[in-house]
């Protein structure tokens, strides 16, 4: 998938686990592991999806294929502390809905960055656009702002020259009313050129659970389209669209609305389909994407991969699109496309210099604090522990696969109860769970292996996002018998559980300490939210003190399907 092409300079092997007979059959998701609210753009015969990272850093993963199949990540839009600065930004705030266009040699991403975004305090942010004029140099500029207060900002270029923002926002003061919101802008310096106008209040009742997102506006056939998102982040989440003779309206209802739901029916396999954007491909045939999640077991509380990307055609009737024959969208569409993916494994012995732009920090390290050397990521820790919402000295990389082991081998010698260093099944701040190596409380040379794991009690509930009533920290500890070894640690996931496991040595069995339920990384922290999805971490840390002990992780290994057979359409 994403990664099986990528360039020669980075240092890992794909390994083909599986092969899936040649069907005529599209498989989803495209871009599996967390990518909620992908924009799709094509540029001749290149196509390109960009996606949300919230406190992640880099931030808007921007992918490439040539044919709608097979993705690649080729870089990030906001990649340098100048156009995002996530310091003390909260979990699941930060890079929210992209919009990314082309328009007469430049790539345009219009983004949002929320900084104050709690349960107790929201803020309207003002979105804002970077540009490049080739978007493989990873080079994009420096972020321009906009005027108005709001998300999910879009960029439509009429054929006079103007150019229109619209938002998702409200206004304020006056009646609280949630709408799509529209301003002519000047493109060079982001200014208002008018007065920003509520141009669509949705389909649904007006309430703030319901509320109008993810505008796009399309001129096609020299029709304008208003495609939006509505009806929340959960299982009611919805595309509809409405069309009109400007970019701003009237707008007239289309009939068959919503376009796309899946929530008709809880238990299709895949959920909350929404947040979508839609192209014509080269050959003339149309293509959408939207975000989806897909509950294990048929269980709202098992989606810790969080929103991904799928994709699925478009056809025309009566001048307006049908989403995916006005079925819902489904893991395995039949009878178009050609999937060719296997199932991969990534494999990064760390022989090379640079680290792949898979990998992500939580928010931006203060400065650089891992070294690729020789065979091993050295981290060097930093007083910062991973619940802290802070820059903590961790290094993450998405879980792809429902079904996927992660593995490392880490060199640590621990000089205290305080330094610790060791691997995370990891969502944010609030909910992370760790197997790692710490020390003795005398000083002395025993090791210990630590683990912690929070778990939530939860309030079940299918209709909307869930949220945990409780939460339970756990601390254990295992004496280890050799003062220095490398230990491998492991943390193997399927669709209801993670279990963590390290050996001392690089030839023993596994142990596993502690397994716990995957809900604990799929409904929202007390006081938080869930948009994002798991990522395995490897971390060095010294607990509100400043560490000298590196940690030297000999290899990152992913592995998926592991512990399951594997069906047709069932690759990952
Ligand atoms: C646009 O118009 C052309 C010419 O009438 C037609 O062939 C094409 O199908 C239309 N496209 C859409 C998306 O309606
Ligand atoms: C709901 O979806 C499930 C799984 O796709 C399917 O088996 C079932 O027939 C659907 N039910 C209805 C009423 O359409
Ligand atoms: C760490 O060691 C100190 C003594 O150096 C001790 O007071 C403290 O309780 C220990 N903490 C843990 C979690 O073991
Ligand atoms: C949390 O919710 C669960 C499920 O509704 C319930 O059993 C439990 O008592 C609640 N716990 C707290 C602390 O409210
Ligand atoms: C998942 O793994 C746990 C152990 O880690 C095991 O108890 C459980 O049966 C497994 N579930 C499935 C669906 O494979």
């Known amino acids: 998938m994403a990664y099986r092409s990528i360039s020669w300079s980075f240092s890992f092997v794909v390994v083909l686990v599986f092969c899936i007979g040649p069907a005529v059959a599209l498989l989803n ?20 999806i960009a996606t949300s990272t919230f406190e992640y850093f880099p931030g808007h993963p921007i992918y490439h294929s040539k044919n709608l199949v097979d993705w690649k990540l080729i870089g990030h839009g906001l990649n340098r502390p100048s156009q995002l600065s996530l310091l003390g930004t909260p979990s699941d705030a930060g890079v929210w809905a992209p919009t990314l266009r082309y328009h007469k040699g430049t790539f345009y991403l219009a983004s949002t960055t929320r900084y104050v975004y709690t349960s107790e305090l929201r803020l309207f942010p003002r979105s804002f656009y970077v540009t490049t004029n080739d978007i493989f140099s990873n080079k994009w500029s420096d972020p321009i702002y906009l005027d108005s207060l709001g998300y999910d900002a879009d960029l439509f270029w009429d054929t006079n020259g103007d150019v229109y923002s619209t938002w998702s926002g409200n206004n304020n003061a006056i009646e609280k009313i949630y709408g799509i919101w529209q301003s002519k802008i000047d493109i060079i310096t982001g200014n208002s050129l008018t007065p920003a106008v509520n141009i669509f209040h949705g389909t649904l009742p007006n309430t703030a659970a319901a509320r109008p997102e993810g505008p796009h506006v399309y001129l096609i056939n020299s029709t304008y389209y208003l495609l939006i998102a509505e009806g929340g982040t959960g299982a009611d989440h919805r595309a509809t669209i409405q069309r009109g003779p400007s970019p701003s309206g ?105 680290l792949d732009p898979s990998f992500y920090f939580i928010r931006n390290p203060y400065k650089p604090f891992h070294t690729l050397r020789a065979g091993a990521l050295q981290l060097n820790a930093n007083s910062y522990a991973l619940g802290d919402r802070d820059s903590a000295a961790l290094i993450v990389r998405k879980q792809m696969s429902y079904q996927e082991t992660f593995e490392t081998s880490l060199s640590f010698v621990p000089t205290n109860n305080l330094t610790e260093a060791g691997i995370s099944i990891y969502y944010g701040d609030m909910l992370h769970n760790e197997i790692g190596i710490t020390g003795d409380s005398n000083g002395g040379s025993n090791r210990f292996i630590v683990v912690r794991t929070i778990v939530q009690a939860k309030q079940v509930g299918p209709w909307a996002l869930t949220t945990a009533n409780a939460t339970v920290i756990t601390t254990r500890y295992v004496s280890l018998s050799s003062p220095d070894t490398p230990v491998r640690l492991t943390i193997v996931g399927n669709s209801t559980s993670y279990a963590l496991g390290y050996a001392e040595g690089a030839d023993k069995e596994f142990t596993f300490p502690a397994t716990i339920d995957s809900s604990a990384l799929s409904i929202a922290p007390t006081g938080g939210f869930f948009f994002k999805g798991a990522a395995f971490g490897a971390y060095n840390t010294g607990n509100g003190k400043p560490s000298l002990v590196p940690a030297d992780f000999g290899y990152w290994k992913q592995v998926p399907g592991v512990g399951k057979k594997l069906g047709a359409g069932d690759r990952r």
């Open 29 to 48: 998701p495209i871009i599996p592991g967390w990518n909620p609210d992908p924009s799709i753009v094509r540029v001749g015969a290149d196509y390109f």
């Open 250 to 354: 009237p707008w007239e209802n289309n009939p068959k609305n919503p376009i796309l739901f899946n929530g008709a029916n809880l238990t299709n396999p895949v959920q909350d389909t929404g947040h979508a954007d839609f192209v014509q491909g080269v050959d003339g045939r149309w293509w959408g994407v939207a975000l989806g999640v897909r509950p294990q077991n048929g269980d709202f509380n098992h989606i810790q991969l969080g929103r991904e990307t799928f994709l699925f055609p478009v056809t025309w009737e009566s001048g307006w699109p049908v989403f995916n024959a006005g079925k819902p969208i489904s893991e395995h569409i039949e009878g178009v496309l050609q999937d060719k993916s296997p199932l991969e494994s990534y494999l990064n012995d760390f022989t090379s210099r640079t």
